[in-house]
C-alpha cells in the first residue's frame, strides 16, 4: 500500500508546482495525495484531478490534527506569515505538534540556507522550526531552498527600465535556483518512500555576486545595468521611499546584508543527488523570462 503524502499551501506557487512534480514527474497516484490550503475551494483543479483536498490553518491546531489523520508524510511549506514577528514560528510549531498528535510518521519542512547562522530577518522562524522538528521524534526531511531566481522577476523589470539596480550586496556571492527546481526535488524527497532524516540545502551550481547576475540579465534582454552600492541605511531608504512595507523593506536589506557577509554562498550537489539531473542555470531561467523581464 503506498504512503499518503499531504501538502500544505497547495494553492500557492511552490506547493502548486510540487503537487505538479508528485504526479507528473514522479508518477504519485493523484489518490495517494492530498492537496491542503487554508481555502480549499482554490484547489478546484486538484480535486479535479482525483487528488483529495483538505483544510488547513495554522492557527488552528486542533483542525490541523484533523486534517493529518491518516497521514505518512507531511509537507509543511513554510506560511507567508511575516508581517508579524514570532507569528510564522508559532504557526509551524503549531503544525509540528498536530502531526504528531496525528501520528504522522514523516516530516518535510521548506527551510533556508544556514538558518541558524544568517543575518536574514526571518531566519529565525526557519531555525526555530528546525529545532522543534528535530524535538518532536518523528522522521524528517528538511529542504532548505536557496534564494529563487523568480525573485528578480519582482525587481528586475524596473532594474533593466532604469539601467540602475541598487544594491548592498557588496561582492557577496549567491548561488540561486528556481522555484521550480526546487519544487522538483521536494517532491523527489517525498516520493522517494526514505524513512531516513536529512537535511538538503537546494542550490545552483554557480555562486554569482550582483554584477555577475546584472550582466547576465543585460545580456539577455539587451539592456544596459548597472550596479550601483549603497549602504543599508541608504537601500532601507529607497525601499520605504518606493511605498514597500517596512518588514519587506527590512527582508531586502538583511537579504542583502547576508549576501555581502558572504552567508548565502553555498553550493551543494543536493538537487542532483535527489533528483539525478542539473538545476536551470540563471542564464536560461532569465532567457525564458525575457518577456517578463522586459516589462
Not at 505538479?20 to 508518477?27: A, N, Q
Not at 531566519?123 to 529542504?143: F, R
Not at 519544487?183 to 531516513?196: F, N, V
Not at 537546494?202 to 545580456?219: F, H, N, P, Q, R
Request: glycine content about 8%; charged content about 20%; some cysteine.
Amino acid at each position: 500500500m503506498s504512503e499518503t503524502i499531504l501538502v500544505t499551501g497547495a494553492a500557492g506557487q511552490l506547493g502548486q508546482r510540487v503537487l505538479h512534480h508528485l504526479t507528473e514527474t514522479y508518477g504519485v497516484a493523484p489518490a495517494s495525495i492530498v492537496a491542503a490550503s487554508r481555502d480549499p475551494q482554490k484547489l478546484a483543479a486538484f480535486a479535479a484531478k482525483g487528488i483529495a483536498t483538505r483544510k488547513v490553518d495554522f492557527d488552528d491546531t486542533a483542525g490541523m490534527a484533523e486534517a493529518f489523520a491518516g497521514v505518512d508524510r507531511l509537507l509543511l511549506i513554510s506560511t507567508d506569515e511575516l508581517a508579524t514577528p514570532g507569528k510564522r514560528l508559532i504557526q509551524h510549531k503549531a503544525a509540528v505538534e498536530a502531526a504528531v498528535r496525528a501520528d504522522v510518521k514523516h516530516i518535510a519542512y521548506t527551510s533556508m540556507p544556514s538558518p541558524d547562522d544568517s543575518l536574514v530577518s526571518f531566519a529565525g522562524d526557519h531555525a526555530g522550526t528546525e529545532q522543534a522538528i528535530k524535538a518532536s521524534g518523528l522522521a524528517y526531511t528538511i529542504l532548505r531552498d536557496a534564494w529563487y531566481h523568480d525573485n528578480y522577476l519582482h525587481t528586475m523589470p524596473h532594474n533593466l527600465q532604469v539601467g540602475t539596480w541598487y544594491s548592498a550586496s557588496g561582492d557577496g556571492r549567491v548561488a540561486t535556483i528556481s522555484r521550480d527546481d526546487c519544487a522538483r526535488a521536494i517532491a523527489a524527497a517525498l516520493a522517494s518512500g526514505k524513512t531516513e532524516s536529512a537535511t538538503y540545502t537546494l542550490t545552483g551550481t554557480k555562486s554569482l555576486t550582483d554584477k555577475e547576475i546584472a550582466a547576465v540579465a543585460a545580456d539577455v534582454t539587451g539592456k544596459p545595468l548597472a550596479v550601483v552600492t549603497v549602504t543599508d541605511e541608504q537601500l532601507h531608504q529607497g525601499l520605504t521611499g518606493a511605498g514597500l512595507p517596512e518588514f519587506v523593506a527590512n527582508m531586502l536589506v538583511s537579504a542583502d546584508a547576508n549576501t555581502r557577509a558572504g552567508k548565502f554562498d553555498i553550493v551543494t550537489d543536493d538537487f542532483k543527488r535527489l533528483t539525478g539531473g542539473e538545476p536551470q542555470p540563471l542564464r536560461d531561467f532569465f532567457a525564458a523570462n525575457k518577456a517578463a523581464l522586459l516589462g
